[in-house]
């Protein structure tokens, strides 16, 4: 008996039915595992195959040197040391051979930090979605759905007619057509909308399950940091379900693949274009991929993945790994803290490089491919787009680009960009001077006020000193002994004070630190520095410094707008277009990331109207100008933007209307009571003797001109 186990279910088809972990082959299951990679091994060395490889083998040395000449990786990975406070190996060596401190003011880490946190403020505030879809102006559905909706209008406008007894004209034909067409129309918009927000839903849901938060988090970090931030999808995986069902009585889990789009952040590191391209669908690009076994597993099943292909990797490096050599792998390997060999190598993947391209019809005729994915010939002047996988030495996909326009599924974008380049700059390569500047001026900071805290000595003679007196270390009331030649001039010890150059560094220093907000367009009061003075020290100044410094961010936010989210919603909606089952969310669709820009509007416009209703608030006039209704919207719009539902929150305006009018009635009773009590008291104290005395006439109140004053009592 083994502890821990279950008796299986016979009944039941799901994972409980595990008979072990060891699974015993007949001779002949191994004889036909060992056909199928001796079959595989041999698709691999047509020349079809093989040409391939070798012109990915050789896209790969060209793209990889001209990134090595550029010294991209070097840069970037300066960046992820400056980011992390760390020096590397050859400024630590020069400071070792200078002395002194090694600090390192992580100014550059506080700056990536708030940059990110902006961003995501921004991008995923006020719980709203930064992009929907809308029908196009004219949009465009199948055939059916247009004669239904044309049938129906027909239809209603027969039975209106035959309810209200109206003949048609004759000469009204063509007023009733237009009317007719116009019916049609707006029936064909309200059916565009209802498809548009059916597909928002779609891939709203597909980008949850596709990992796309988490990966949209890498991103952000990627872009703050590196040359480029790059976002990668729709790719299709195959994804373990699990299901419950009831057989029998009793519940069980059974397992299911399904196939999903999934979103991947793709590192900077990992990218290399090639030499003439300035974005992600011109020249080649190939991604350098570290595949984990699991990941392979994934592809087995996908169409146009070689699955026989697939075994055979993993039956090669499922082990051992795969990887290829590049310069910077074990740096960058110790700055991400991942457990890496010597040389750089994770032994736990299978390296792989993944091309897209467009391809001369020549070459790939030279390599043995005479038909597209249509059936037609390969025309040798035409440019075809093809995307390739290449694990280890073994092909395991290639296809034509399955875009209908060639575009890859790819999407870069740069904080700063640099006109005709493919890189730009990250926050840490726009501060990298200002990050030296500041560790100098510390480092001096520091070796100065170690220098000048105490005096320093200077012994003029040594030979006037006794024999072992210790002269390396200089405590409090220490007595010095000193021998007196006959020759001595002099005294043998003198005493000084260094100078203490402290507030000289402390201004070089935040003289820096604060060009560090011009030349990255991060104020420091975003990062929460409450040692903001000037305007920032009041509510007021303090918005106006926000909406300033909002001008620099959002270029970052209109590209990231534009080039990541627009390109991946797109990207997943013609996806779904072809691919899906359900044909009621299919419709002429646009995607609009307008409201990404107004995000961070919103934001500054809660707090103006915040500041508005504090200030109207407290001022008795200015509540006699600004009504109960009028405060009531403010508030309704306040509420909108916290993601709360403003209409239980805050009175409508027909609570508000009915709490006046009861408050009108009961003010007015109360104004027909008074009257009458105080009377009634004050003949109550005159016919006593007690109390106030009794009015005279002339104090009671007065009848208007004409009327007897009777009519007043």
């Known amino acids: 008996m083994v502890y821990g186990a279950r008796t299986p279910d016979p009944n039941q088809d799901a994972y409980p039915q595990s008979a072990g972990l060891l699974r015993v ?26 040409g391939l490889a070798q012109f990915i083998e050789n896209a790969w040395e060209e793209n990889y040197n001209h990134k090595r000449e550029q010294n991209i990786d070097e840069t970037m990975l300066f960046s992820l040391l400056q980011r992390n406070a760390e020096y590397d190996d050859s400024k630590i060596a020069e400071i070792e051979r200078q002395g002194g401190s090694k600090v390192y003011i992580s100014l550059t ?52 007619s035959i309810q209200t007894g109206q003949r048609i004209d004759p000469n009204k034909t063509a007023e009733i057509a237009i009317e007719m067409r116009e019916v049609v129309d707006a029936g064909l918009l309200k059916e565009a909308f209802v498809r548009a927000k059916k597909m928002q839903v779609k891939i709203n849901d597909q980008m949850a399950e596709g990992d796309w938060e988490k990966e ?11 040359k480029v931030g790059c976002m990668k999808g729709p790719i299709i995986r195959q994804r373990k ?23 991947k952040s793709v590192s900077p590191f990992d990218l290399f274009p090639s030499s003439d391209s300035t974005d992600e669908d011109e020249g080649n690009l190939i991604e350098r991929q570290r595949l984990r076994r699991k990941d392979l597993q994934d592809m087995r099943g996908v169409d146009g993945y070689d699955d026989e292909a697939i075994d055979l990797v993993l039956t090669k490096y499922g082990l051992s790994g795969y990887s290829r050599e590049i310069d910077t792998d074990w740096e960058r390997a110790e700055l991400e803290e991942r457990d890496e060999d010597e040389e750089g190598h994770y032994t736990q993947t299978i390296e792989a490089l993944e091309y897209w391209g467009s391809v001369q019809g020549l070459l790939l005729l030279r390599h043995g491919i005479i038909d597209d994915d249509d059936g037609k010939p390969i025309d040798p002047l035409t440019e075809y787009e093809m995307n390739c996988i290449l694990a280890g030495r073994y092909i395991i996909y290639a296809a034509f680009n399955p875009d209908p326009l060639g575009r890859r ?16 700059k990250g926050v ?20 100065n006020l170690g220098i000048s805290s105490g005096p320093q ?27 007196n030649p006959m020759n001595a001039q002099g005294p043998g010890i003198d005493f000084f004070q260094p100078n203490s150059n402290a507030q000289e560094l402390l201004f070089v220093y935040d003289k820096f630190a604060n060009l560090a907000d011009e030349y990255t367009g991060i104020p420091a009061y975003i990062s929460g520095n409450i040692s903001v003075t000037g305007a920032g020290r009041t509510s007021s100044g303090l918005n106006m410094l926000m909406s300033n410094a909002a001008r620099g961010i959002k270029k970052v936010i209109a590209r990231i707008g534009r ?88 009175k409508t305006e027909q609570q508000l209307m009915a709490d006046k009018i009861a408050q009108s009635k009961t003010m007015e009773a109360v104004g027909q009571q008074v009257p009458t009590e105080a009377l009634a008291g004050m003949k109550d104290r005159s016919r006593t003797g007690t109390g106030t005395r009794s009015p005279s006439p002339a104090q009671l109140p007065q009848p208007p001109s004409g009327e007897p004053a009777a009519a007043v009592l």
């Open 241 to 263: 379900k699990l299901e419950w069902g009831k057989r029998g009585g009793r519940t069980y889990a059974k397992r299911s693949k399904e196939l999903i789009p999934v979103y």
């Open 409 to 424: 599924p790819y999407s870069v974008t740069q904080w700063e960009k640099q006109p005709g380049s493919f890189w730009g």
């Open 457 to 483: 000595v200077v012994i003029n003679d040594i030979n006037r000193l006794p024999p072992g007196e210790e002269i390396e270390a200089l405590a409090p009331w220490k007595i010095w002994q000193l021998q």
């Open 25 to 50: 082959l007949s001779n002949e299951q191994i004889e036909q595992m060992e056909q199928r990679q001796a079959a595989a091994e041999r698709k691999q060395l047509t020349p079809k195959i093989m």
């Open 563 to 650: 080039d990541v989210i627009h390109d991946i919603v797109r990207r997943q909606y013609e996806w779904n277009m072809m691919f899906d089952e359900d044909e009621t969310l299919k419709g002429d669709c646009r995607v609009m990331t307008v409201g990404i820009l107004g995000l961070i509007m919103q934001e500054q416009l809660m707090a103006r109207r915040m500041q508005f209703l504090q200030m109207t608030g407290s001022n008795e006039m200015d509540q006699q100008i600004v009504g109960v209704e009028q405060r009531a919207e403010i508030w309704r719009k306040v509420a909108g933007t916290l993601d709360m539902p403003k209409d239980s929150v805050v």
């Open 109 to 160: 880490g506080v700056k990536c930090r708030a940059a990110e946190s902006w961003l995501v403020d921004v991008l995923g505030s006020v719980g709203e979605q930064s992009w929907e879809l809308e029908p196009t102006p004219i949009p465009e559905l199948p055939d059916d759905v247009i004669g239904r909706i044309a049938q129906s209008a027909v239809q209603k406008w027969i039975q209106e």
């Open 428 to 447: 840490p390569e726009l501060m990298m001077d200002i990050q030296n500047i500041c560790n100098a001026s510390c480092r001096a900071l520091v070796n």
């Open 216 to 226: 949209f988090d890498e991103f952000l970090t990627s872009l703050v940091t590196f």
